[in-house]
């Protein structure tokens, strides 16, 4: 029993009263649990699947193929920050689990102790009856703590136990993501090639077209000169969304690296935004618009350049693919082109799982925001959370 005593009070007192410390370690709330967040992204991914399913029998397919890519890469989005979040909650209850291995193992011991001890020597004491009181008492009060203690121990090595299972997993499930985003890519692009019936306010000239970009140095220029791409007169718009000014969301889910005016490594400073984007993301018309132009053009790559309402032309550079045409008056939320880069493997995502967010958007979109033919700040139209989304 005295042996039994010292090494409680021995294991209280290297703890600082560990016990009471240890006990407030509870798991993740509900709504912070990695497994539960990893288990919604695969949840979501299955949705988009079905979903991919049922859009082949849509009425616009367009509109549906594209709700299915969106979905695919929100799936995949909520998947990687779930993996993340696994690994990081596995890695704290390991370093916890190793920082009390020495506790552990003394109240093991004492578990043992006392569990072998035969009952005639548990009631003996040195100090008589009124010893073995006390101490009785004593027990009586840390056996609960200690039986507390055993169970959160059994409860974080079970979560340990359920996040590797999740990470052994989710390979299968990332695979099944990444083919269905690739397989809903290629049939949105075959959709919107036959694609008929959207309103028209110009043809395109190819030759006037072609003229224009060999003499435009700038983009401004080449704004300026919108008018001369088409054939014949370039119908009047009425459109308004000044309504909308502000809390427009990004034509592409991302993060913005370097606002309006602010200097690159270079030294170069651009009256836009460039976001960060992941590869072959989805990038949409953020409002309702005529396309006024799409291809190659200076060295921002591929463009599209939208007119929401007269006199203002929102500008995309830096896509790999472009869809539309010219003229073209197109709802908002239509695609109009894909980010470049390739597909991650499945080992390079769940290698992202314990990095911070952001890590995977390896592509950049550049936003420029035209009134009246000069630059204005895209956050004067543009909406942004606390990332930057």
């Not at 497994?35 to 079905?50: F, G, K, S, V």
């Not at 979903?51 to 929100?74: F, G, K, P």
């Not at 008929?196 to 000239?205: A, I």
Request: include cysteine; charged fraction near 20%.
């Amino acid at each position: 029993m005295i042996r039994t005593a010292a090494i409680l009070s021995g294991f209280l007192c290297r703890a600082g009263l560990g016990l009471a410390l240890l006990m407030g370690l509870t798991p993740a709330q509900a709504a912070d649990n990695p497994a539960r967040a990893a288990q919604a992204a695969a949840d979501q991914l299955e949705a988009a699947t079905i979903a991919l399913q049922e859009a082949e029998s849509a009425r616009d397919r367009v509109a549906a193929l594209t709700e299915t890519v969106r979905a695919y890469e929100a799936g995949l989005a909520a998947m990687r920050d779930g993996l993340r979040r696994v690994a990081q909650r596995e890695s704290q209850l390991a370093a916890q689990l190793a920082a009390r291995e020495d506790d552990v193992a003394d109240l093991l011991g004492v578990l043992q102790m006392i569990e072998t001890s035969p009952p005639p020597v548990l009631m003996l004491h040195p100090s008589g009856p009124l010893g073995a009181a006390r101490s009785a008492m004593t027990l009586a009060e840390v056996t609960p703590a200690l039986q507390s203690r055993a169970t959160a121990l059994k409860r974080d090595l079970q979560e340990v136990q359920t996040l590797r299972v999740l990470q052994q997993s989710a390979a299968n499930t990332l695979q099944d993501g990444l083919n269905g985003v690739q397989d809903a890519r290629v049939q949105l692009s075959a959709a919107i090639a036959d694609r008929t019936g959207l309103p028209r306010r110009f043809t395109q000239d190819p030759v006037r077209t072609a003229i224009l970009i060999s003499s435009t140095e700038t983009l401004s220029g080449f704004a300026s000169g919108l008018a001369e791409i088409a054939e014949g007169e370039i119908s009047k718009s009425d459109a308004d969304i000044s309504t909308l000014r502000g809390d427009i969301a990004l034509p592409v889910e991302g993060l913005v690296l370097r606002g309006y005016g602010e200097k690159d490594a270079a030294g170069i400073a651009r009256p836009g935004w460039l976001v960060a984007a992941r590869p072959r993301a989805l990038v949409v018309s953020p409002t309702a618009a005529t396309i006024r132009y799409q291809g190659p053009l200076l060295d921002l790559g591929n463009v599209v350049i939208l007119e929401p309402q007269p006199e203002t032309l929102f500008v995309l550079s830096g896509l790999a693919e472009v869809y539309g045409s010219a003229g073209e008056v197109i709802p908002a939320g239509t695609p109009v082109g894909l980010m470049g880069g390739d597909s991650p493997e499945i080992g390079a995502i769940l290698s992202l799982s314990g990095e911070g967010a952001g890590t995977d958007r390896t592509e950049t979109l550049y936003i420029e925001v035209r009134m009246d033919n000069s630059p204005v700040d895209p956050e004067t139209w543009f909406r942004t959370d606390k990332d930057g989304n």
